[in-house]
């Protein structure tokens, strides 16, 4: 489909250029991040669903002070 449709949608012609990111595994080292930030933020699984979820406006605000108005919560 990709194929057929690519050289009249631009989305599908840039999915097809980068379908070889799905394909190969990709390593990264966050070797400079480390080094910059001293620790790599995490935001526990929990919070990040619940962050989501408030924000797609599929579940109500909790008066939990674990999200921050902004919707982010990095937590080290």
């Known amino acids: ?3 057929v449709a690519a050289p009249f949608n631009t989305t599908f012609r840039e999915l097809r250029e980068m379908r070889y990111l799905w394909r190969e595994p990709i ?3 966050n070797t400079r ?4 930030l001293g620790r790599e933020p995490h935001t526990p699984l929990d919070d990040a669903i619940e962050a ?3 924000g797609l406006g599929c579940l109500a605000p909790s008066s ?3 999200i921050q108005a902004s919707g982010s919560s990095f937590t080290s």
């Not at 991040?33 to 910059?36: F, I, M, N, Y």
């Open 64 to 66: 939990s002070p674990r």
């Open 33 to 36: 991040l480390v080094a910059t």
């Open 27 to 29: 390593r990264m080292s």
């Open 1 to 3: 489909m990709l194929a």
């Open 52 to 54: 989501t979820l408030v």
